[in-house]
Each structure stands twice: as structure tokens, then as C-alpha cells.
């Protein structure tokens, strides 16, 4: 296993050897679970578009709380001083928990992929729609997570990750509500920089490559910032 797998093993283990993994996999399941059913029953339509962006919103409460702990409390205690000493890289840490961290994320959105079943028998849901409703999930999850990587380098504090994490979400979040007030250049700009807006295309069953170039992007340089804030404290 190479180190970043290890790093990655170490830390999904640590996940659930405590509560937090079972509380808030329970509670994104049940919220999940409870706006599938109240739109299913209300629109009687035989797919999730809207489903995956309820369920993407609650990703913009559950990744902070995922991700608040990985290196804020490793910094706190000082247990991140071991592990920058130990024969791995700056590179290898950061990938290796922005990894285990997204290996969660795909296992609770993986538990609800018993609704399309459910779907099947109210219909005959499209299943490109459905896969690539998913992939955008994962593309959304994936970004939240590299966010709240960055803003755990960033500070000792679980609690202030928590919050810096959440705050930048929503603001990449709703930023693009302000697209169609703002001049037109300004207007795209915000379009493109919006998470909403690239993940709407997916949740429409549309996989265009310049989305998955964005979420890809944004992925690479919030690792990148958290790879350079653990560097710093070398030079503290």
C-alpha cells in the first residue's frame, strides 16, 4: 500500500472509531431520505433532479463538519509534527485525508442508491439523468471536502475550520444567485465561478467536460493552498 493509501486507511479508520461518521451519515441519510420521499410524493415524477440538489445542499453542512478535524486538531495536539517528521510529504499528507474524507463522502451518498429502485416502481427514470445526477453529487462532495482540507490547515481550531469551511460554501454556493443582476461580463464570471451552476447541468443529466474541468480544478488548487499552509509552519 503506498503512503498516501496508509495516510488515507489511518484516517477513515479514525473516523469511525468515533461517533462522528455514525451521527452525521445518519443525519445526511435521514434528511436525505425524508426530502426524496416529500418530493416524490408531491411531483410524482420518476426522477431525482431535484432530489441531488436538495442533497447537495446538505453536503454544505455535513463536509464541514467531516473535514474540521483533520489537520486543525492535528496541529492542536501536535501530533502533526510526528507526522510531517515521518518519511512522508506535505503532498502525501493532504492528498491522503482530502482521500479518506472523500471515501466517506462516496459511501453515504452510495447508501442512498436504493432510491432509484424506489423510482422504478412509481416509473421507467432515465438512467442517464440518474448517473450523472450522482457523479455531480460526488464532483459537488469532493469540492466541499477539499475546501474544508484547506480551511483545517489553516487553523488549530476545529470550530473555526468548521465555520471558515462553511462560510466559503456558501458564499461559492450563492454566488451565483447575483449572475442575472450584474453586468453581463461580471454576470458570467460569477456563472462560472458558482458551484451551483455547474452542478445544475449535471443534475439535469448533461456531463459537459468544461464542468468536470471546474470541479477538477478547484479540487487541485484547494489541496494545493492546504499543501502550502503545511509548509509554512516549517518556516515558523
Not at 499528507?93 to 442508491?113: E, P
Request: aromatic fraction near 12%; proline fraction near 3%.
Amino acid at each position: 500500500m503506498t503512503r498516501i493509501g496508509l495516510i488515507a486507511y489511518r484516517e477513515l479508520r479514525s473516523y469511525f472509531a468515533s461517533w462522528m461518521a455514525y451521527v452525521v451519515g445518519a443525519g445526511f441519510l435521514g434528511i436525505s431520505g425524508f426530502i426524496f420521499w416529500v418530493i416524490l410524493m408531491g411531483a410524482r415524477q420518476a426522477e431525482m433532479r431535484w432530489s441531488f440538489h436538495n442533497m447537495a445542499v446538505t453536503l454544505l453542512f455535513v463536509c464541514p463538519l467531516l473535514t474540521m478535524r483533520l489537520l486543525a486538531e492535528e496541529r492542536r495536539s501536535g501530533t502533526i509534527e510526528l507526522l510531517l517528521t515521518s518519511p512522508v510529504t506535505d503532498v502525501q499528507v493532504i492528498v491522503g485525508k482530502f482521500l479518506a474524507a472523500v471515501g466517506l463522502l462516496a459511501a453515504m451518498v452510495a447508501a442512498t442508491a436504493h432510491f432509484p429502485l424506489i423510482l422504478a416502481q412509481y416509473g421507467s427514470p432515465d438512467p442517464g439523468p440518474l448517473m450523472s445526477g450522482y457523479l455531480g453529487l460526488l464532483l459537488v462532495g469532493a469540492s466541499f471536502m477539499a475546501v474544508g482540507v484547506l480551511a483545517s490547515s489553516l487553523t488549530e481550531s476545529q470550530v473555526v475550520a468548521g465555520l471558515l469551511s462553511f462560510g466559503a460554501l456558501l458564499g461559492l454556493w450563492i454566488i451565483g444567485w447575483g449572475a442575472d443582476q450584474a453586468a453581463s461580463t461580471t454576470g458570467e464570471i460569477l456563472r462560472q465561478l458558482s458551484i451551483l451552476n455547474h452542478f445544475d447541468d449535471l443534475a439535469k443529466g448533461v456531463i459537459d467536460s468544461k464542468d468536470l474541468i471546474f470541479y477538477l480544478s478547484f479540487i487541485a488548487v484547494c489541496l494545493f493552498g492546504a499543501v502550502r499552509a503545511l509548509e509554512s509552519r516549517k518556516w515558523r
